[in-house]
């Protein structure tokens, strides 16, 4: 069965930082592609970041360039990602998502981190 679990999410002020992370189990995680996705109230799931198998590729969604950070590991099978400078347009729940490098068929969310920033 596979599952990820998000975690790190929170309330914060303007201009904190948070690390969130996401552990797999039941996959081959090097296999897989990894995301974090958000979505606000009302609004649609946009992808937010994006890494390779073994990092040597990462994409942001231009909102967050400079300010979030996405990693991994392989060993833990965990992907984070780093928030700094957070704003309160960067409010939302924030998911994981796994996709197989090769095989776009095992594609997995996770349930989401709920990220609040606000005064």
């Known amino acids: 069965q596979v599952q990820l679990a998000e975690s790190g999410g929170g309330l914060v002020q303007p201009g904190a930082s948070l690390r969130l992370s996401c552990t797999a189990s039941?996959?081959?995680?090097?296999?897989?592609?990894m995301s974090w996705y958000r979505q606000a109230p009302g609004k649609e799931r946009e992808l937010v970041a994006g890494i390779t198998r073994f990092g040597e590729n990462k994409n942001y969604t231009d909102s967050v360039k400079g300010r979030f950070t996405i990693s991994r590991d392989n060993g833990k099978n965990t992907v984070f990602l780093q928030m700094t400078s957070l704003k309160p347009e960067d409010t939302a729940m924030y998911f994981c998502?796994?996709?197989?490098?090769?095989?776009?068929?095992?594609?997995?969310w996770g349930q989401g981190t709920q990220v609040t920033v606000s005064s």
């Open positions: 039941g996959i081959t995680f090097s296999n897989y592609f």
């Open positions: 998502n796994a996709v197989h490098q090769y095989y776009g068929q095992f594609n997995y």
